[in-house]
Each structure stands twice: as structure tokens, then as C-alpha cells.
């Protein structure tokens, strides 16, 4: 036995007995390394004698296989100290209290929509959505608003300044209008959709904002008249306002995309010098307050759509989701629904655990 390698084996053995993981590496690379002192032990048993080899082949072989063996050993004991400590130190404790309540609240828009949403899919409606980037026809043109048509000036537009593919003007759609079109070009007839969202007018004071929110009523069916009108804007609004008492008042009016077109009230009644909905706007203390606009879909309109008029009739109404939001839950100033300040949105905002459903109630608070 080589006495010179046999001292080297046991410091070598040592010292990875109490090696680090750095340390550990280094004594791998001094032994096993491409010039490590038992790889060249290795090298020498080409040029030995076969009996040589016989004796000093295992004896190496052997130191070879102890210090690969140690090294393995430590390796595996420094990791699982590692994990240890490592699990030692980032300690979760599952019983600690909440350090604050969440801070985020459902704007009421959104909230508003889903009920929306919610009441509507009762009714067998389905929600369809189009660009806020519209272009003229959709907007316009094909709702019987021709490029001349006064209506156009009334809408306060904001154009782009490009045209599309085909030539048409862009803009931000003025209302959620040309989602009818929309649908009805994509799914023909029968149709009963909602279409709520975000619309857009250059005009702005307490009650108008640059930006504010719509939704859009369509049922295309044979033999729709007036009466489904009535009937569905009624059975919305009593369960949007969860009261039996609602009354409307049809008005004759005008919209270039129904004909004929009504303007609808809502009865109000005084309740502590606040106007609440509900009630005969004829009777003593009460009145009526204006609400949407709606109408039977115009033929021209079914007729830019690709459906025939003959066969298809339909109604539609429009209702702005800011002014049912603060008839509801009665905010008096429009403009603080977009400022995103804090303190109001934590007031009139709604925890994302309070979703509307017809079982629980629509209007439930937070
Ligand atoms: N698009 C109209 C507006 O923004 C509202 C409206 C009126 C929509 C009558 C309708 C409707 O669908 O039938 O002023």
C-alpha cells in the first residue's frame, strides 16, 4: 500500500467531512478533477506491468470510488440542512388576522350592468357587445341617419381623422345603436339581445360626461308590436327597482331608427322631499320623469341590416346606465362616477362578494 496516497485519501476524506458547499466543490476538483491527484494516479496504470495493474488498478479504483462516495454523502447532507433551515425560517403563520380589509369595491356601472345582464337573461336575452371605434355606417347610416340627416349634428361626435378600408368614417360610437345592426348582420332573426357600454360625445356639465354608459334593447321576432315594448320595459323596470308600483307613461317622439318611436316616463312619487320611482305620475304629489327612448325598429333599419321587413318586426329602446345607477342608488352629481376618488367609489361601491342574482335580489347592498 502507497503510504503517500493513503494520507492523502484520509485528509482528503476529511476535509469533506466538514466541507461547505464552495469547499466541497474544491476538494471534488483536487481529487476527481481533469487534474485531480487520483485521475492522475489513473493515468498511470497505462504504462504498468499487467501484474502491476492487478494490484494497483482496485487499490485506486478504490480511493476513487471513497472520495466520490464522501463527496456524495456530504452533498446530500448540506442540502437537506439547507432545506431545513430554509423551511425553519419562512414560517407562514395561517392563524394570523387579515393586517387590512381589501380596499378595491365594484363601480356601480358595473354592478348596474350586471344586473342588467342578470334581469334580461330572465327575459331570454342574450348580451352582445360592438367597437367603441365605430365607423359611420354602423353608426349612422345604416340606423337611417344618412349623411345629412340633422340627427348626425346632434350627436356631438368625435371623429378620427382617418377613414377605414372601405372609405368609411371612424369615430367613437355616439350610442350603442349600431350594435343592433351589428347583431342582426351576424345573426339574422329571431333575435332579443341587451348591449350595454361605453359611449361617447364631446359634451360635458353635471349631467354629461365626454364618456358614459348605455344599454341597448333589440327583439326582432314575427309579430312583435307595442305591447312587447310596454310589457318588457315594465317587466325590466320593476325588477331593476324592485318594486311592483311602476308605472310608464308612453310619449310619442321621434328617432330616425323606429317608427313609430315613444319617449317612456317613469311615475315618481315625493318621499321626504326625494323623489322616489313608483306610482301614478298623474296623481297628487307625484309626476313623471323622462327615461329612455325606444320605439318599433324602423323597416329601413331591418332593410340596411339584411332582413327582410316583410317578415321581421322588432322593437328596440336605449337607456343610459349612469341615470338608472343614480335613480337606484342615488348619486346626484354624474361627474363623480369617473374622478376615481377613493372615498366616493368605498361609499358607493359594492363588494365583489355581492353579485345580483334574481334569488337574492338585484339591488342587495354591500
Ligand atoms: N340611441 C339613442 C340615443 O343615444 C337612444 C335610443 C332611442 C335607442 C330609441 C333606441 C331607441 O334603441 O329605440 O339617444
Do not use: C
Not at 42 to 61: D, S, Y
Amino acid at each position: 500500500m502507497d503510504t503517500t496516497d493513503q494520507t492523502r485519501l484520509d485528509e482528503a476524506l476529511a476535509a469533506i467531512a466538514k466541507a461547505d458547499a464552495d469547499t466541497l466543490e474544491a476538494q471534488r476538483i483536487a481529487a476527481l478533477g481533469k487534474a485531480g491527484w487520483i485521475s492522475a494516479a489513473l493515468k498511470t496504470l497505462g504504462a504498468m506491468t499487467p501484474e502491476q495493474r492487478q494490484a494497483e488498478g482496485p487499490r485506486i479504483q478504490g480511493m476513487r470510488a471513497a472520495v466520490a462516495e464522501a463527496i456524495e454523502a456530504r452533498k446530500a447532507m448540506l442540502e437537506a440542512q439547507a432545506l431545513e433551515s430554509q423551511l425553519a425560517r419562512e414560517v407562514l403563520d395561517l392563524t394570523l388576522p387579515a393586517r387590512e380589509m381589501p380596499r378595491g369595491s365594484v363601480h356601480p356601472v358595473s354592478q348596474v350592468m350586471d344586473e342588467l345582464a342578470e334581469i334580461f337573461a330572465d327575459l331570454g336575452f342574450s348580451v352582445a357587445t360592438g367597437p367603441e371605434i365605430e365607423d359611420d355606417w354602423h353608426n349612422f347610416t345604416a340606423l337611417n341617419m344618412a349623411e345629412t340627416h340633422p340627427a348626425r349634428a346632434m350627436h356631438d361626435t368625435f371623429y378620427f381623422p382617418d377613414v377605414d378600408a372601405e372609405g368609411r368614417k371612424m369615430l367613437l360610437r355616439t350610442h350603442t345603436s349600431p350594435v343592433q345592426i351589428r347583431a342582426m348582420v351576424e345573426h339574422g332573426a329571431p333575435l332579443r339581445i341587451i348591449a350595454p357600454g361605453r359611449v361617447y360625445r364631446s359634451d360635458s356639465d353635471a349631467t354629461h360626461t365626454p364618456m358614459f354608459h348605455q344599454v341597448e334593447g333589440l327583439v326582432i321576432d314575427e309579430g312583435i308590436h307595442l305591447g312587447h315594448l310596454k310589457w318588457t320595459l315594465e317587466t325590466f323596470l320593476k325588477a331593476f327597482f324592485e318594486r311592483d308600483d311602476i308605472v310608464l307613461r308612453l310619449r310619442p317622439s321621434y328617432f330616425p331608427f323606429t317608427e313609430p318611436s315613444v319617449e317612456v316616463d317613469v311615475g315618481w312619487q315625493d318621499v321626504n322631499g326625494r323623489r322616489v320611482l313608483g306610482g301614478d305620475g298623474d296623481a297628487p304629489g307625484h309626476g313623471w320623469m323622462e327615461l329612455l327612448g325606444s320605439g318599433m325598429v324602423n323597416r329601413r333599419v331591418l332593410e340596411f341590416a339584411g332582413l327582410d321587413a316583410d317578415k321581421w318586426q322588432g322593437f328596440a329602446f336605449g337607456v343610459g346606465v349612469d341615470r338608472l345607477a343614480m335613480l337606484k342608488y342615488g348619486m346626484d352629481d354624474l361627474r363623480a362616477f369617473f374622478d376615481g376618488d377613493g372615498r366616493w367609489l368605498s361609499h358607493y361601491g359594492f363588494s365583489a362578494f355581492d353579485q345580483p342574482t334574481l334569488s337574492a335580489g338585484v339591488g342587495a347592498r354591500a
